[in-house]
């Protein structure tokens, strides 16, 4: 790479620092006219294109918020037109986030599940994790993402949840309180790749932002958006409700980036790409 220093490629600015739940930037120089390039984190491929506005290559990794608090490599990969290869390497620590613990207490039918509910959820979860490993070459969103309803959070992201004194599992996203009828807006520009009344989530709609980054809606009392629809930032895809597994009107807003739960606050202070 050295041998080639014009052309080279160098992953130059993000954080080296992360927590469980982060999004991340990566950012890498080069020439403009590079044929190809992209990332490796964990095993898994990510997408970086160039930015105009910033004269780099830009990508986005979400780490997961049960990732093993140690050092990862995040590797960038490009070829020229004379189909030489370059790649560069950074090392990103990812720090233990220590999320809390919430007490709950809810209707023992909607906790210990009989047989033929708890086949619907592992459906329903299989089918779901299926959705998150799809990666759209495309690029669909635009800018920052938006807070789809106003209002205080009132279930933070990465909560330990102990419910009836079980231990269960963590909170994938984050809740929003609002009133039951309120608009719920796309964080950004996205396809609607999921409509479905799901067991836990109630009526729900997923929209898939293209390159591998998905945004869910949960709990609504009533969807506006059909699966297929391409919808724009702000575009009204329900109202809030209590459907589902949930004790009160809220809104939960979940982000998925290549499969990682990440916190949708910290997707909302990355920059753009
Ligand atoms: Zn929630």
């Known amino acids: 790479m050295a041998a080639h220093a014009e052309n080279g490629i160098r992953v130059e600015s993000f954080s080296k620092v992360a927590k469980q739940g982060d999004v991340c930037l990566v950012r890498t120089s080069g020439p403009a006219s590079l044929k190809s390039i992209h990332g490796e984190f964990q095993g898994k491929r990510f997408p970086i294109a160039f930015n105009n506005e910033t004269g780099t290559y830009e990508g986005l990794i979400g780490i997961d918020m049960s990732t093993s608090p140690e050092t990862y490599e995040i590797k960038v990969i490009a070829t020229d037109g004379d189909n030489r290869v370059y790649s560069s390497a950074l090392s990103l620590r990812v720090e233990k986030v220590d ?19 708890l086949e619907r959820v592992n459906q329903e979860a299989t089918k779901l994790e299926a959705l998150f490993q799809i990666s759209r070459d495309e690029k669909l969103w635009e800018g920052v993402f938006i ?6 959070i009132s279930t933070g992201f990465g909560l330990n949840r102990i419910i009836n004194g079980q231990q269960r599992s ?13 608009s719920v807006l796309a964080s950004n520009q996205g396809v609607v790749v999921l409509v479905d009344e799901l067991f836990f989530s109630g009526k729900s709609v997923i929209l898939d932002h293209g390159w591998g980054l998905y945004s869910m809606y949960f709990h609504l009392s009533e969807v506006l958006v059909k699966e297929g629809n391409l919808v724009r930032t702000g575009a ?36 753009t790409l």
């Open 147 to 152: 807070r789809p309803v106003e209002g205080e």
């Open 99 to 117: 999320f809390g613990i919430q007490a709950l207490s809810l209707p023992p039918d909607m906790v210990d599940l009989d047989a033929k509910t």
């Open 236 to 271: 009204i895809l329900g109202r809030v409700g209590s459907t589902g597994r949930s004790t009160g009107s809220h809104l939960h807003w979940g982000i998925r980036i290549n499969g990682a739960r990440v916190d949708p606050f910290a997707l909302l202070k990355t920059g």
């Open 170 to 182: 963590q909170h994938s996203g984050v809740d929003l309180r609002a009133e039951k009828g309120t």
